[in-house]
């Protein structure tokens, strides 16, 4: 579970970018792309702050609580400058960045924690299972977080 809630890092400890532009989204689409290019130049158009804590934090949707409702309304064009990176942007470099920026410039205050919440289990009815066998060959799966889909064709 991932809270909007307490204490930031340690001032040494943040890696921040030099310049940076944050901008109210014009765009009548819903394009929403983030990239970086070498010389520390990070570029993250139609973006929502909870996108933004999501990516930066590793964590899903529904793991971040007590955000307000705007932070996944609002949209925002962000052009930042990380001045020490002279090379190659990757990505490692830039979400702490991101972090740092939601601390800055939107007041992010988080900390993790554990909570326990409901989930579903999938069980066999007592009339046994009602699932029939496919006829096709070629087996297909995938499997993400919260998600199983398979079958065959």
């Known amino acids: 579970m991932f809270l909007l809630f307490a204490g930031s890092l340690v001032a040494q400890d943040r890696p921040v970018f030099d310049v940076i532009s944050i901008k109210p989204y014009e765009g009548s689409n819903d394009l929403v792309y983030a990239r970086t290019s070498p010389g520390g130049l990070a570029v993250m158009e139609g973006q929502t702050v909870l996108s933004l804590i999501t990516a930066s934090y590793g964590v899903r ?57 409901p989930i579903y289990a999938l069980v066999v009815d007592k009339g046994g299972a009602k699932l029939k066998r496919s006829a096709g060959t070629d087996t297909r799966y995938r499997v993400s977080r919260g998600m199983i889909a398979a079958g065959k064709s």
């Open 61 to 117: 949707r529904y793991q971040v609580t007590g955000a307000p409702d705007w932070t996944d309304q609002d949209r925002f064009n962000i052009s930042a400058r990380a001045e020490s990176i002279t090379g190659p942007f990757p990505v490692e470099l830039l979400w702490p960045r991101v972090r740092t920026m939601l601390e800055d410039r939107f007041a992010l205050k988080a900390r993790r924690e554990t909570r326990e919440m």
